[in-house]
């Protein structure tokens, strides 16, 4: 059974750092060939963050670049979504997404709040 497991939300002021992984089991991680990060605000529809391939190119939402960094670490099975300048915009239940070729795999989301 594919799993993946955010963590490393919370609750942080703003300017602070956080960082989010995203750990997966029960599949080969070199079968995904796509990694997201995904967010969704009280009220607004869930929008992309970032995304990391397999092979390692990287891609952000405009909001995000300069601020957030997506990696991969292969032999932990995890992507993590380094967010740096933290806004109050950016809280939201932050999301992974895994895409293979016989579909997508979400995970179950991790709240982050930006808050004074």
């Known amino acids: 059974q594919v799993q993946l497991v955010e963590s490393g939300g919370g609750l942080v002021q703003p300017g602070e750092p956080l960082r989010l992984s995203c750990a997966a089991s029960?599949?080969?991680?070199?079968?995904?060939?796509?990694t997201s990060w995904y967010r969704q605000a009280p009220g607004k529809q869930r929008e992309l963050v970032a995304v990391?391939?397999?092979?390692?190119?990287?891609n952000y939402a405009d909001s995000a670049k300069g601020r957030f960094t997506i990696s991969r670490d292969n032999a932990k099975n995890t992507v993590y979504l380094q967010m740096n300048s933290l806004k109050y915009e950016d809280t939201a239940v932050y999301f992974c997404?895994?895409?293979?070729?016989?579909?997508?795999?979400w995970g179950q989301g991790t709240q982050v709040t930006v808050s004074s």
């Open positions: 997404m895994a895409r293979v070729v016989i579909g997508d795999y």
């Open positions: 029960g599949i080969a991680f070199c079968s995904i060939a796509t």
């Open positions: 990391i391939t397999s092979g390692g190119t990287t």
